[in-house]
């Protein structure tokens, strides 16, 4: 090919590019709904980058290159933005980020100035929406979305929601815009999706796209609905007051009581860069919140006009970014399992793919409708998410890719595990199988989560041996568990002696599993471990769980009427009822000890404790019966009614709302002298 063809081929491509990224970034940005992985995405930038670099000539300014994020919505008022909001360049090897000090360190030479000895800030790069908030005389005044880096949209309504935020500054200049990245906690992500499904809504793509979708949401109410957190990174434009380094724009933060990660770490070398990096990614998936990298910054401010910007990205800022946590890959099948109550889960068989460092061959549907609305279908590409330990999706389709003749999924007539005919309920967005005694489907998903972890946690016991136990026929429920001998399991092909030991000494160490975890693994609908905790507080026993009515149950802390009622009448089956006696005549403990109780005159006598973290002796269960044991109560979440926090390490969300409702917060020594009354509960 002539050089001249070559450059026509290229100006081609770079139009092809141009049109393809702003199209996606329209479904990033706007829509909150992407098409394909930020690998993808990443890779063809990549590409327009590397063509813009051989022909400056055509870079334009409405390339993806030059500018940032997408147009403002037009459903709320601009906002044109003191300073840029600007992007990040993207080094995804140790190789391109030590290249990215190079450069600094050379263009700073280049401009005469010694770069001496620099010294660099690393924070995690939240995935979420990313905001402006500013305050005049210590006053929230306006919060806005990036839009564009240039102009963004007037969201302050709903950023007004966010609790952990403050609406006011003291000691504050006349004039000072904090920025920062709104995100929902993955737990909160999880739960919120869930409901959605629950209500036939569709499932939000990812923790970041359902951040997103809230601060844009036209009604504040709706905003206000959502558990909305924000981590503070920096300060733009300011009147009355400067800073040297980010470091201390950091601190200044932090001071006047913003959410700052406690984590963000200042280093005076790459290499200490480095591996704080890979500290960030070990721990990636302990985190509450989503994260894809760490950014890294000069600390030194005024070493930044220095190094000044090219085309959107600032020279003297880089995000290391992690592995993915979407990915692209063939759907080779929809198949339908059937949950432990009877509801039909459309599950994806994939063609494996890495996702966030894991190897991902299932993907969640979540639900009948929400398949029907995303469209997919076996063949097509998809994209995939994994988000902490939330179970992998499904998030779109790419029907461009679509071979043809791809028929659409429809739930099965039958039962694919029992051949029942299944019901679909006017107001369920499930169809169910009603065969709740007989459907092995049913069974096998009941016995697995009761010996899971968080429930019996009957380590040994795991799906495949649920699945061969049944199989074999040796249990037909979790009653049966507990008449399994040494001597049939011995009788397994490739069981040896010391294996079905172990398994037996499991076993009987369950008999010892706490009333609450026993209640959770009951598996009753709507009954997580959460709520088997405040249930087996409230009431003490299975037998005074059974008596209670529907408004009873229904008084406990964060149970509505439908829970009520759903739990009432699995307790009311008689089938039901009949397990239950089953394990009861097996010797689980199906009511609290007496040193489990509340006890009358304790030193938390009608005290509500949050306990979130990890603490550096005590797990969660042990640390929740010494509080229950002075009389105290254990609760999830924290309110205006919580009288104290005990906060470990890595405690995230639980302890900024906290903090912002002046909850007294302490740490394990505090909780020790909490116990010993050396804390008094009404100071």
């Known amino acids: 090919m002539s050089g001249e063809a070559s450059e026509s081929a290229d100006a081609k491509r770079i139009a092809e590019l141009r049109e393809e990224l702003n199209h996606h970034i329209v479904l990033y940005h706007e829509k909150d709904d992407p098409e394909i992985s930020d690998e993808e995405y990443d890779t063809l930038y990549a590409e327009l980058q590397t063509l813009e670099g051989k022909y400056p000539e055509l870079i334009s300014g409405d390339s993806p290159t030059q500018r940032v994020g997408s147009a403002p919505s037009t459903s709320f008022a601009p906002v044109e933005h003191r300073i840029p909001m600007l992007s990040l360049a993207n080094a995804r090897t140790e190789e391109e980020l030590t290249g990215w000090e ?168 790459i290499e200490g860069v480095l591996e704080r990096c890979h500290w960030w990614l070990d721990r990636r998936e302990r985190l509450d919140f989503e994260i894809d990298g760490v950014v890294i910054k000069v600390d030194a401010i005024g070493l930044w006009d220095e190094l000044g910007v090219a085309g959107r990205e600032p020279r003297w800022a880089i995000a290391w970014k992690f592995p993915p946590t979407t990915a692209t890959t063939k759907l080779l099948e929809v198949v339908w399992n059937v949950g432990r109550t009877g509801h039909l889960v459309p599950f994806a068989m994939l063609d494996p793919v890495r996702v966030g460092g894991v190897t991902v061959s299932t993907a969640t549907l979540h639900n009948e409708e929400d398949l029907a609305r995303k469209d997919v279908r076996a063949g097509d590409e998809v994209v995939v998410l994994r988000a902490g330990d939330v179970i992998p999706q499904v998030v779109s389709a790419l029907p461009q890719k679509r071979p043809e003749g791809a028929k659409k999924p429809e739930p099965p007539e039958k039962c694919p595990a029992c051949g029942t005919e299944v019901v679909k309920p006017d107001d369920s967005v499930f169809s169910i199988c009603p065969n709740r005694s007989g459907c092995p489907g049913q069974i096998f998903q009941h016995i697995k989560h009761f010996v899971s972890r968080g429930a019996m946690d009957i380590e040994g016991i795991g799906e495949k041996q649920v699945a061969r136990f049944l199989e074999e026929g040796l249990i037909r429920d979790v009653g049966d568990l507990y008449g399994l001998t040494q001597e049939q399991l011995e ?112 030193p938390l006598e009608g005290k509500t404790v949050v306990l979130t973290g990890t603490l550096p002796d005590l797990t969660r269960d042990e640390a929740g019966a010494m509080v229950k044991r002075a009389g105290g109560k254990v609760t999830n979440s924290v309110s205006k009614k919580t009288d104290f926090v005990i906060a470990g390490d890595s405690a995230g969300s639980k302890l900024e709302k906290a903090e912002k409702l002046g909850v007294p917060v302490l740490d394990r020594e505090g909780l020790d002298r909490l116990l010993s009354g050396e804390i008094k509960s009404d100071e």
């Not at 050379?106 to 500013?134: F, M, W």
């Not at 809230?214 to 009355?240: C, F, H, M, N």
């Not at 040896?496 to 499991?506: D, P, T, V, W």
């Open 491 to 602: 009788s397994l092909d490739r069981m040896g002696a010391i294996s079905a030991g172990n398994m037996i000494s499991e076993i009987e160490k369950s008999r010892e599993v706490p009333f609450p975890r026993v209640l959770f693994a009951l598996g009753l609908i709507g009954v997580g471990s959460v709520t088997a905790e405040v249930l087996a507080d409230e009431f003490g026993s299975i037998d005074a769980l059974r008596a209670a009515d529907p408004e009873r149950i229904e008084q406990t802390e964060g149970i509505g009427p439908i829970m009520a009622r759903q739990i009432a009448e699995s307790l009311a089956d008689e089938r039901t009822w009949a397990m239950v006696e089953r394990l009861k005549a097996a010797g689980l403990k199906l009511e609290l000890a007496e040193d489990e109780r509340r006890p009358e005159g304790g």
């Open 102 to 269: 190079t450069r600094v360190r050379n263009h700073l030479v280049r401009r005469d100035v010694d770069p001496g000895q620099l010294t660099y800030v690393t924070e995690p790069k939240i995935d979420g929406l990313a905001i402006s908030l500013t305050y005049e005389n210590g006053k929230l005044i306006q919060g806005a979305t990036r839009g564009n880096g240039t102009v963004g949209e007037d969201v302050t309504l709903n950023i007004e929601t966010i609790r952990t935020l403050p609406k006011e500054i003291e000691n504050a200049p006349p004039l000072i815009e904090v920025r920062g990245e709104v995100y929902l906690p993955i737990p909160d992500f999880a739960e919120l999706n869930q409901k959605r499904v629950d209500a036939g809504l569709p499932a939000f793509a990812n923790p970041r796209n359902s951040a997103a979708g809230s601060i844009r949401q036209v009604d504040p109410k709706a905003a206000a609905e959502r558990p909305l957190a924000v981590w503070a990174y920096g300060i733009g434009a300011t009147e009355g007051v400067s800073f040297e380094s980010h470091s201390e724009e950091i601190e200044w933060l932090r001071e006047h009581d913003f959410p700052v990660n406690p984590d963000i770490a200042v280093h005076d070398s």
